[in-house]
């Protein structure tokens, strides 16, 4: 999914495995905006993961870095991140799922999908109509496991 400006704001993968490189200097993050979705989980979820939310995940380096998209992780808040993952564990019958901007916010910011000179201006960004449009069809996401 891309917005007016051709950026692209969403997209689908399955994620069957997505390795993140070796860190050496992580950043704190902070959870802007998290949303519990009504999305089931399977049985044995992994340690660290909670339940799928809709959450708008800051990294703070150089610049501020975003990420909008559907999660289960749940790493220690007042900690600092290698890399935010995104994505859930589905039900039953359905492979790990990455709907969102990025399937991982990397702390260095190469590869964000919003950039923010501050955090103030990513506080911003959650009243935009972008950010509101974004949220509606994130939250209203929907699995279903293949018959």
Excluded: W
Aim: proline residues 10%.
């Amino acid at each position: 999914m891309r917005n007016a400006n051709n950026h692209t704001i969403a997209g689908l993968v399955f994620v069957h495995d997505s390795p993140v490189g070796p860190c050496e200097a992580p950043k704190p993050f902070s959870v802007l905006e998290s949303v519990v979705l009504d999305i089931p989980q399977k049985a044995a979820n992994l340690p660290g993961a909670g339940p799928s939310r809709f959450s708008f995940v800051i990294i703070e380096g150089e610049q501020v870095y975003g990420t909008v998209a559907p999660s289960e992780a749940r790493p220690d808040i007042g900690t600092s991140t290698c890399a935010f993952p995104n994505g859930i564990i589905a039900p039953e019958g359905v492979p790990p799922v990455f709907f969102g901007d990025v399937a991982y916010l990397q702390a260095d910011g190469q590869n964000a999908p919003l950039i923010f000179e501050s955090v103030a201006q990513a506080k911003a960004y959650t009243h935009s109509q972008e950010y509101q449009d974004l949220k509606r069809m994130l939250v209203s996401l929907e699995l279903r496991p293949v018959k």
